[in-house]
């Protein structure tokens, strides 16, 4: 059975970090490539991250991310990462991890995160 488990959301205030964990089991993680998605109430789900299969040697940042938010990857812990610094109310959302591969695509169930004086 295939499973992604999101965890590390909370409540932080403007300005502050979080650490995103998705660990997987049930696939054969190094070569699957991971994305982090988020959907705010009432929006769509967009893309946040992406990290490329086995060295994960290519990231893509959405530009409402970019030079605050860091994907990475330990497949030995077969865990995806993101590293999110100096959050905004705007990153508020339901965040998920999703795992791709030629094949199949898999999707976590969400970690709640609210940036909120």
């Known amino acids: 059975q295939v499973q992604l488990v999101e965890s590390g959301g909370g409540l932080v205030q403007p300005g502050g970090s979080l650490r995103l964990s998705c660990a997987a089991s049930?696939?054969?993680?190094?070569?699957?490539?991971m994305s982090w998605y988020r959907q705010a109430p009432g929006k769509e789900r967009d893309l946040v991250a992406t990290i490329t299969s086995f060295r994960g040697s290519t990231t893509n940042y959405a530009d409402s991310v970019k030079g605050r938010f860091t994907i990475s990857r330990d497949n030995s812990k077969r865990t995806v990462y993101l590293e999110m610094n100096n959050l905004k109310s705007e990153d508020t959302a339901v965040y998920y991890c999703?795992?791709?591969?030629?094949?199949?695509?898999?999707w976590g169930q969400g970690t709640q995160v609210t940036v909120s004086s």
């Open positions: 999703h795992a791709v591969s030629p094949r199949t695509l898999y």
């Open positions: 049930g696939i054969t993680f190094s070569s699957y490539a």
